[in-house]
T-cell receptor, first 115, second 111 residues
Framework: ETGVTQTPRHLVMGMTNKKSLKCEQH?????MYWYKQSAKKPLELMFV???????ENNSVPSRFSPECPNSSHLFLHLHTLQPEDSALYLC??????????????FGPGTRLTVL | KQEVTQIPAALSVPEGENLVLNCSFT??????LQWFRQDPGKGLTSLLL?????REQTSGRLNASLDKSSGRSTLYIAASQPGDSATYLC??????????FGTGTRLTVIP
């Protein structure tokens, strides 16, 4: 158990649907991250929140909208997705958002399929 | 832009064998390097974190080394077991907020 939970674990949605992914960390960390993992590609950083402020948006399309209401919770709101957005979406947290001590701990991921 | 390469992409070994996984990165200006394990369809489990000032870290049967100047790291697994079968990922932290990941080495330990 890593202390980072994600719901749902699996999600199938149509291109016109709106859904949200949720991440919660119980580690007392101050930074949270969204990553996308597609087949045959390295993990791609999507967003970073440090002390609830977004500090990184890695050129992610606007159909992905993050929300961080507090340091323990992170959401990824999805709308009008494309089939190529199908992937494993991983959430992570770390004590701080930068520096040598930002060891990241990952959740189990949400397997998203866009039809 | 930082690029992380892991060789080999896949590796099969008989149980009990010692093995080495390799990771190389193009920009040596990093804060740390982290090794992860990922089981199929699952999230990542952190195995070892090496700070840029360190040469190696050990945890049980695992030993990770870092040669920052040459942009290389190795993960040594001693006396491999079938339960070690997974994909092993390395990632480097170049600075604020980010990890750059390799594509991983898929390890199969044959009983």
């Amino acid at each position: 158990e890593t202390g980072v939970t994600q719901t749902p674990r699996h999600l199938v949605m149509g291109m016109t649907n709106k859904k949200s992914l949720k991440c919660e960390q119980h580690l007392g960390h101050n930074a949270m991250y969204w990553y996308k993992q597609s087949a045959k590609k390295p993990l791609e950083l999507m967003f970073v929140y440090n002390f609830k402020e977004q500090t990184e948006n890695n050129s992610v399309p606007s159909r992905f909208s993050p929300e961080c209401p507090n340091s323990s919770h992170l959401f990824l709101h999805l709308h009008t997705l494309q089939p190529e957005d199908s992937a494993l979406y991983l959430c992570a947290s770390s004590p701080e958002g930068q520096g040598a001590y930002n060891e990241q701990f990952f959740g189990p991921g949400t397997r998203l399929t866009v039809l | 832009k930082q690029e992380v390469t892991q060789i080999p992409a896949a590796l099969s070994v008989p149980e009990g064998e010692n093995l080495v996984l390799n990771c190389s990165f193009t920009d040596s200006a990093i804060y740390n390097l982290q090794w992860f394990r990922q089981d199929p369809g699952k999230g990542l489990t952190s195995l070892l974190l090496i700070q840029s000032s360190q040469r190696e870290q050990t945890s049980g049967r695992l030993n990770a080394s870092l040669d920052k100047s040459s942009g290389r790291s190795t993960l040594y697994i001693a006396a491999s077991q079938p339960g070690d079968s997974a994909t092993y990922l390395c990632a480097v932290t170049p600075g604020a907020n980010n990890l750059f990941f390799g594509t991983g080495t898929r390890l199969t330990v044959i009983p």
